[in-house]
C-alpha cells in the first residue's frame, strides 16, 4: 500500500519491544516529559533520519477538522500525544487517551476514551488485514466493527501502534504527532521514582482476583501512595457502579496529582534526566531518549491550574457508543480552542384572543 498517506508517519522509530508482564492503566511521567518537551520540536522530528521506519504501512484515516470556521491567523498548534496502557497480553489497550500540549498558553488537556467504545476500522486498515490474510471483526453486520481496546489486538505484529493511533484519530477528527505505550513495570518505576504521590481516595476499595494475581486494600481517605498502592487504585473498577467511567475518573485525578507534584518539586525537576533514563526501557515511543531529555526543561512551563480532563460523551454497556455531536463539540473546545456558540433566545410571539 503507497500513496500519500504513508509519509506522515516517515518519523516513525523502530523500538525494543519488551515482554509486557500485566497492566498498565495509567500516565507516565515519561509522557509528560514528551508532551511538555517536544514543543517546537515537531518540524525537527521529522527531519531526521535516525531511526526511521521505511516500512510504515498506509493504515491512517484523513484526519478532518471538525470546525469548518476559517482561521482567522495561524496560532501555535497544539502537540497531541496518545497514550496507550496495554493489557496483560500486551494485545488489548486497556486505557486510551490524548494529551494536548499549547505551546502559546501552557494549558495541557486529556480527553479520554473508553475502552469499549463501539468503532468502525478505516477502509485503510482493512485494507491491510485483508492483504495479510488477517482476521477482520464482523459485528452487527458490520465489517470491521469492534471495540477500540481490540484494535490493537486485531492489528497483528508490527501494525498494532499505528492502527491504535489512526483509530483515535478517525475516532475524534485530529492528527496526533506521538505515541507513548506503556505498562505496569513502568507505572512502578516512575510513581515509586518520584516518591509517590499523596491524594485522597474517596472509597474503600477491595478486590481479589488470584487468576490475574491482582489485589487490590486500600482504605478511604487522604493517603500516600506508593507505586504498589497507586497501581491498586487505578486499576480497581468492579465495585464501581459505572465500570469504566468511574475507573477513568480516578485514573485522571491521580494524573492530575502525579502532574502537580512533578512540575512542583524542585528535586524532582533537577534528577528529571536521570528519573527518565531509570524508566526509559518500560516505555514504547515514536520519540527518542534524547528528544526527551533535550526539553525535559518545558516541564516547569507547565500551567497545573489550566489542566483539563476529560472523558468523551456517550452511553455505557456492552459497547460504549459515544456521542458524535458532543464528542465533536468537545473535540473543538480542547484540540482547536474553539467555544461553542450562544444560540440567541427564540423570541415567542403571544396572540391576543
Not at 535516525?50 to 493504515?59: C, H, L, P, S, Y
Not at 488537556?109 to 475502552?115: C, E, K, Y
Not at 468503532?119 to 471483526?137: G, H, K, N, W, Y
Not at 465500570?243 to 485525578?253: A, F, S
Request: one cysteine or more; hydrophobic letters at 35%.
Amino acid at each position: 500500500m503507497n500513496g500519500p498517506r504513508m509519509q506522515k508517519y516517515h518519523h516513525k522509530r523502530k523500538l525494543k519491544r519488551k515482554k509486557r508482564k500485566k497492566a498498565f492503566l495509567m500516565l507516565t511521567l515519561l509522557f509528560m516529559i514528551i508532551c511538555a518537551g517536544i514543543v517546537g520540536f515537531r518540524a525537527s522530528l521529522g527531519k531526521e533520519a535516525v531511526g526511521k521506519d521505511a516500512t510504515m504501512k498506509a493504515i491512517d484515516p484523513q484526519p478532518k477538522r471538525v470546525s469548518e470556521e476559517p482561521e482567522e491567523e495561524a496560532a501555535p498548534k497544539p502537540v497531541n500525544v496518545a497514550v496507550f496502557g496495554v493489557d496483560n497480553d500486551g494485545f488489548r489497550t486497556d486505557v486510551n487517551f490524548v494529551a494536548s500540549f499549547r505551546e502559546d498558553t501552557k494549558e495541557l488537556h486529556f480527553v479520554s476514551v473508553p475502552r469499549d467504545t463501539r468503532v468502525v476500522m478505516t477502509e485503510q486498515m482493512l485494507a491491510s488485514l485483508r492483504e495479510r490474510d488477517a482476521f477482520i471483526p464482523y459485528r452487527n453486520n458490520v465489517e470491521g466493527q469492534c471495540k477500540l481496546t481490540e484494535v490493537h489486538a486485531y492489528a497483528g505484529e508490527g501494525y498494532r501502534n499505528e492502527f491504535s493511533v489512526a483509530m483515535l484519530e478517525d475516532l475524534l477528527g485530529i492528527e496526533i504527532d506521538y505515541y507513548v505505550k506503556v505498562d505496569l513495570n513502568a507505572f512502578h518505576d516512575i510513581v515509586d521514582a518520584i516518591g509517590g504521590v499523596d491524594m485522597e481516595v474517596a472509597e474503600r476499595l477491595y478486590y481479589n482476583d488470584p487468576v490475574q494475581g491482582l489485589y487490590i486494600d486500600l482504605q478511604p481517605g487522604y493517603q500516600h501512595l506508593d507505586g504498589d498502592k497507586a497501581e491498586q487504585l487505578v486499576r480497581f473498577r468492579e465495585g464501581y457502579a459505572q465500570k469504566d467511567l468511574k475507573r477513568i475518573q480516578v485514573q485522571q485525578d491521580f494524573m492530575k496529582a502525579l502532574l502537580e507534584k512533578v512540575s512542583s518539586t524542585s528535586t524532582i525537576i533537577s534528577n528529571l534526566p536521570s528519573i527518565v533514563k531509570v524508566i526509559w526501557n518500560d516505555v514504547e515511543t515514536d520519540a527518542t531518549l534524547r528528544d526527551v531529555l533535550k526539553y525535559a526543561k518545558y516541564i516547569t512551563e507547565i500551567d497545573t491550574s489550566k489542566i483539563t480532563m476529560q472523558t468523551i460523551p456517550g452511553e455505557g454497556g456492552a459497547y460504549f457508543d459515544h456521542d458524535e455531536e458532543g464528542t465533536k463539540q468537545l473535540v473543538d473546545q480542547v484540540f482547536y480552542g474553539i467555544l461553542p456558540q450562544e444560540q440567541p433566545a427564540e423570541e415567542t410571539e403571544q396572540t391576543v384572543m
